[in-house]
């Protein structure tokens, strides 16, 4: 058979896949549902399991995976976001995990094997995640919590449970001390977001105190500065996106933290949109080199207003500002500030910007961000809402955008994002402009190359480039 026909046929199966776990998460969006005795279908496992499995497919459809793969691994992640017994979903995380390892060892992804223990902590942190989240559903399970819907599960519930499980969620970030020039395993961003998963999941079990929730936003906060601050002083442009491809997790967790609504909701876009992410995951140390060349220009565009890294951001802060929480707002508006700045040093202005699917797809996340969470992220809030505080809420309003409102339903934050969207669009019409003219303005205003260009020689340029301002000006002469 054609290996490109054939391509396309394991593509529709995965994309395929991700169309079932659509109609799954409209089925439980009203209340959860248990088929069987291992599986509760519920709108949060829904919803995990939907990113990751439309982020296998992205990641498929411009990696040469063997199909097998790919399915296995989107397949451990389905049953482990639907399974409701917690020492499975560990398990079934780390097969995920370990297959993801075996996939970048055995098809290029990575060119030698670790050589010490701590060479392997730092480029698979994933796998030692599976630990304390063993720890944590094993202590869970003497105590006799067998179900994750179990009446009696919020007895169970203490620190030592909840900081084994903060701790799987953490440990991913270890990569940040990598400074290998080997690229991450191709499913490896994406599966650091699951292990959010089983802390996410002890909000089904009883409310989280004040300590653990302060400790969880202040980790994040603190993962998404240093993750920041590591992509802007890297010197390489390919590590320094690598490095900055952990924000997003890092402000996930954070926004998972606050344990409100807005949080949570903050935290499932934050993961939505880190599965667009995981294209730029090279495949090859060539692809490394092209991302090296060409990648900055790309990824120079991921805090576009209206983009879903953006949406992701804003929607972190104004929980944190619904919160009550004005410092833990500003230590991510810094991050987020930081992160910009090194994306926009390492852009190189000679190279043209392809607008490719993942572009489009960013923008089409941000500017249907209102529809998004009124469809699918806010029946997760609702079926998680017992183990919610107030101290932020979210509200959609499906046609104009979203807001943020504190504890006493004042509002703090607004998003008109289908109200701005025109007006973005103009910006961005203004920018592609600029950047056209910018050759022949730059050259105009080196002076030890040439003299600068004349008034007439730039309205040359410029009706070049913007024909109707012709006809414009001739209606101005008359």
Request: glycine share 6%; charged share 10%; proline share 6%.
């Amino acid at each position: 058979m054609n290996r490109g026909l054939l391509h396309k046929i394991e593509l529709l199966l995965l994309y395929g896949l991700c169309c079932v776990l659509v109609a799954l998460l409209w089925a439980v969006r009203r209340a959860p549902l248990t088929p069987l005795p291992l599986l509760i279908l519920d709108a949060p496992g829904a919803w995990f399991a939907l990113v990751v499995c439309f982020g296998v497919a992205f990641t498929k459809q411009h990696y040469q995976f063997p199909l097998w793969h790919c399915l296995a691994i989107a397949l451990f992640a389905l049953l482990a976001a639907l399974a409701a017994i917690p020492w499975i979903v560990v398990l079934l995380l780390l097969a995920s995990t370990l297959l993801d390892w075996y996939t970048s060892t055995h098809h290029g992804a990575q060119q030698r094997y670790p050589r010490t223990v701590i060479e392997w902590v730092l480029r698979y942190p994933q796998c030692v995640s599976a630990i304390p989240a063993l720890l944590s559903v094993l202590i869970l399970a003497i105590r006799g919590v067998v179900r994750y819907d179990d009446p009696t599960a919020g007895a169970a519930l203490d620190s030592l449970v909840f900081g084994f499980a903060l701790l799987s969620a953490v440990l991913p970030f270890v990569s940040l001390l990598n400074r290998a020039a080997d690229p991450p395993s191709p499913f490896g961003f994406l599966l650091r977001m699951f292990w959010l998963f089983p802390l996410m999941r002890l909000l089904l079990l009883s409310p989280w105190n004040t300590v653990w929730s302060i400790s969880a936003a202040l980790l994040g906060a603190g993962l998404a500065l240093w993750a920041s601050l590591v992509s802007l002083a890297h010197s390489d442009t390919y590590a320094s996106q690598r490095a900055g491809q952990n924000l997003l997790p890092a402000i996930a967790l954070t926004a998972l933290g606050l344990a409100s609504s807005a949080g949570v909701a903050a935290c499932c876009f934050a993961i939505l949109a880190v599965s667009v992410q995981t294209q730029r995951s090279a495949s090859s140390h060539n692809a490394a080199e092209i991302n090296r060349a060409t990648g900055a220009n790309t990824t120079a565009f991921e805090l576009f207003p209206l983009g879903s890294t953006f949406v992701a951001a804003w929607l972190a802060i104004g929980a944190a500002a619904a919160a009550g929480s004005p410092m833990l707002a500003g230590v991510l508006w810094l991050a987020i500030l930081l992160w910009g700045v090194a994306l926009q040093i390492r852009a190189n202005p000679l190279i043209a910007v392809r607008l490719d699917l993942r572009l489009v797809l960013m923008l089409a996340f941000g500017i249907a961000a209102p529809q998004i969470v009124y469809y699918g992220i806010q029946p997760v809030v609702e079926q998680l809402q017992g183990g919610l505080t107030a101290y932020g809420n979210l509200s959609a309003a499906r046609w104009i955008g979203l807001e943020m409102a504190d504890s006493a339903s004042r509002v703090v934050i607004t998003a008109p994002i289908l109200a701005a969207a025109p007006l973005m669009a103009v910006l961005a019409a203004v920018c592609v402009l600029l950047a056209r003219l910018w050759p022949k303005l730059s050259a105009g205003l080196n002076l030890d190359s040439e003299p600068a260009l004349e008034q007439t020689e730039l309205w040359h340029a410029l009706t070049q480039e913007v024909p109707w301002l012709i006809q414009e000006r001739n209606d101005a002469d008359r």
